[in-house]
């Protein structure tokens, strides 16, 4: 199984836990692997950051693209009513 297969079943479970596991698993996250990345060289701290980078490549990076991409919702909407 693939990481982004793997990552995706991770995302879906989350949705049906309740507020309570949530909190256990983000214990679980901070208590367990949080270290491990904190421990890492410089150069494993920038891979996993370009790793982090390219998952979420398609991601607005500023509030004002998030503006331009509503404004343009927004035109597209009133062109279509």
Known sequence: MNNAKIRQEIIESLGVLSDEQLLQ???????????????KTQEERKQLILSLQGKYA????????????????????????
């Open 25 to 39: 698993i983000r214990e679980l996250i901070k208590q367990t692997f949080i270290p491990k990345i904190n421990n």
């Open 58 to 81: 398609y991601a607005p990076t500023s509030s004002e693209d998030f503006a331009r991409q509503k404004q343009a919702e927004i035109d597209w909407e009133n062109r279509n009513k």
